[in-house]
């Protein structure tokens, strides 16, 4: 069987499609996989080194654009609507699974077109706009958190959950923890870093200066903020690992007692799937502030703790890693509720789901 996994732009849309091509290959070897996508997007990036075949096409966001703006990017998405097509009569796939990003809208729309069988995965707690309309034209729609299932049509809905790469699942399960009096910290800001978490951090160490021999911190900036944050640390004499984009997350999961970082879905599933005590600052500016939604489906299940970026000062994040420094037992049960939310199955579901063509 074939099967074309549309979309991406962030990480947060790639990881569960790539997750999703990873289970459909492990099924049968006679099964491929092509990815559709931007020449902007991650996707572009990451999937050749990962061995993946990846198409590409033209599409843009409309969302907040001035006229003139919406108009070519309009006209970039009829392109790829005709460039979808064309990819769909090469490749000729069994069906299309639209992963979210504008890259997977000309793709799903154009396998409706051509009678193709066609779904979508919203990751976020809110749905973003691609998948709010793409929601109409499938034959199924799968979820990650069942705040997201009165967007889409009841019928054709399943609560998978999010599906998470299959290194990091494993990953899971060979954690390993500080030994003695160290605590580790592993801080990132999604796929692209976060300027002001990276700033808040570095705010927060002189308010950390009394156990600062005891930290161990690992902290992604993305691309453009590495040299800052790095010389940021240095200045303040404290020890960390700075990297502007980590390749292995399980690791880096793996190794830490608290994590610091966004909320992407993608980002709490994988927190979920880790046992992970967290602190989260939701990015403020996400569409329709989905990534606090995203938050409060943990914190309110006391899995985690939030940080609003208006209430983000160095002092404020120090006091809530000293407390969890300090309380062993509060990062415990927070770790205990996290893993309670865990669903790793989500890319069998789908994947089931998607060859059966029948909801389980
Ligand atoms: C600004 C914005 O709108 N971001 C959205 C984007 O976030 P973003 O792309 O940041 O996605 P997430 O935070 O959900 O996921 C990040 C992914 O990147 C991986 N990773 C991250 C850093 C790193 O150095 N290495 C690495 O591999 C993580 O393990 C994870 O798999 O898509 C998510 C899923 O739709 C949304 O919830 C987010 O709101």
Not at 140 to 152: D, K, L, N, Y
């Amino acid at each position: 069987m074939r099967l074309i996994i549309a979309g991406g732009g962030t990480g947060g849309h790639l990881f569960p499609g790539i997750a999703v091509a990873d289970e459909f290959l492990a099924r049968s070897p006679e099964n491929e996989v092509l990815f559709v996508g931007t020449e902007r997007g991650i996707e572009a990036r990451l999937l050749p080194k990962l061995g993946y075949k990846l198409a590409l096409i033209s599409a843009s966001g409309m969302k907040g654009m001035g006229t003139v703006k919406k108009i070519m990017s309009a006209g970039r998405l009829l392109y790829g609507y005709s460039q979808s097509r064309k990819i769909l009569k090469e490749f000729r796939p069994d069906f299309v699974l639209g992963v979210g990003g504008y890259a997977s809208a000309p793709i799903v729309l154009a396998a409706r077109g051509m009678g193709i069988r066609r779904f979508i995965h919203e990751q976020n707690a809110l749905p973003g706009l691609t998948n709010k309309v793409l929601g109409r034209f499938v034959d199924g729609v799968f979820i990650s958190m069942p705040e997201s299932e009165s967007f889409f049509p009841k019928e054709s809905t399943q609560m998978t959950g999010n599906p998470i790469r299959k290194e990091i699942l494993w990953g899971f399960q060979e954690r390993v923890r500080s030994v003695g009096d160290t605590f580790s910290i592993l801080v990132f800001g999604g796929s692209a870093g976060a300027q002001r978490v990276n700033s808040a951090l570095l705010e927060a160490l002189p308010h950390l200066a009394g156990v600062k021999g005891k930290l161990r911190i690992t902290h992604q900036t993305g691309e453009k903020d590495a040299a800052r944050v790095r010389a940021g640390y240095q200045a303040q004499g404290v020890q960390a690992q700075v990297l502007s984009f980590i390749d292995d997350m399980s690791a880096a999961y793996g190794a830490a007692d608290l994590v610091i970082c966004r909320a992407g879905a993608t980002t709490i599933a994988e927190i979920t799937a880790c046992g992970k005590g967290c602190i989260f600052i939701p990015f403020p500016y996400a569409a329709d502030d989905h990534q606090r939604r995203n938050a409060e489906s943990l914190v309110h299940k006391n899995a985690g703790v939030m940080i609003l970026e208006e209430d983000l000062t160095g002092e404020r994040l120090a006091e809530k890693i000293l407390e969890l420094m300090e309380h062993p037992a509060l990062l415990a049960d927070m770790e205990k509720n996290a893993r309670a939310l865990a669903q790793l199955d989500a890319a069998q579901a789908i994947v089931a789901a998607m060859v059966t063509g029948s909801r389980d």
